[in-house]
């Protein structure tokens, strides 16, 4: 049967660039292998795009609260930020709304971060060759250094508690969409996540409304939440991991 010249075969060898749909999934790839993106739309990556940028001088994300309250102990002058079920833990300075990671509250402080799905997802990639965060905030940037990278790109999704979610799959199409054109092989989870992206991508704030974290975002009254970790390219700063903190990308 001959190609399709409208939907060419990706070529066999190059780069990959693949989509984790969920962190469940994660044990099935051999991570140590790729640069990972991790990305939780809804609120944490978000949110450290947008503290990084306004000058956080480092995030450090935790798996579990009592870890990030541990920090508190030791006499530091750290920022506290522990989410779950979309909550702010009691007794924590924040969450993970990104109105919190303004330059008047992070500028020259260091965050300790704990959430229920994006850190997670981290901390499971961590074997990874390099982790960066992806959110619609600094889509472009990071698409363009994703472009330059001689490695792997894996695209993980942090979904809802280690379920499938629309609004990570959909930033990943986002980013397979100014991926495909160059010499990346897609499995087959990207190419559904940029068919997904084709869908929703001429009012992705309309085609969102219909998610279930965002329906449970809006239950808490945090609308303003949803909107603004889905403008896009309001920022450059590419965070990135170096040993246990989160760190502009230079």
Same mark, same amino acid.
């Given at each position: ?16 660039? $693949? ?30 795009? $947008? ?8 995030? @450090? ?16 002058? $750290?920022?506290l930020a522990a ?18 990671? *303004? ?6 402080? *260091? ?19 390099? @982790? ?20 792997? @790109? ?41 068919? =997904? ?8 704030? =309309? $085609? ?13 009254g945090i609308e303003?939440? @949803? ?7 309001? *920022? ?11 760190v502009r990308l230079?």
């Open positions: 049967m001959s190609d399709n010249i409208d939907n060419p075969i990706p070529p066999s060898g190059g780069k990959e660039a $693949y989509v984790c749909l969920t962190p469940a999934l994660l044990p099935l790839y051999n991570v140590a292998e790729y640069i990972v993106v991790v990305i939780d739309i809804f609120r944490a990556t978000s949110s450290i795009c $947008y503290g990084i940028e306004n000058g956080a001088e480092a995030i @450090i994300p935790v798996s579990q609260v009592e870890e990030c309250s541990a920090y508190r102990e030791k006499g530091l002058d $750290y920022l989410e779950r079920d979309g909550k702010v833990v009691d007794g924590f300075d924040f969450g993970n709304s990104p109105f919190s990671y *303004t330059a008047e509250k992070v500028a020259g402080k *260091t965050v300790v971060l704990t959430t229920t799905n994006g850190t997670h997802a981290l901390h499971l990639s961590r074997s990874a060759k390099r @982790i960066v965060i992806g959110s619609f905030l600094n889509l472009t940037a990071l698409s363009n250094w994703l472009k330059t990278q001689h490695e792997n @790109i894996l695209l993980v999704c942090a979904g809802w508690k280690n379920n499938f979610n629309l609004e990570d799959t959909l930033f990943a199409g986002a980013v397979i969409e100014q991926l495909k054109t160059e010499d990346f092989v897609l499995d087959d989870a990207a190419i559904a996540a940029n068919d =997904l992206f084709q869908l929703g991508k001429d009012d992705i704030n =309309l $085609y969102l409304k219909k998610t279930s974290h965002g329906e449970r975002l809006k239950k808490l303003k939440d @949803i909107e603004f970790c889905l403008q896009v390219d309001i *920022t450059t700063a590419i965070p990135v991991l170096e040993g246990e903190r989160l230079v």
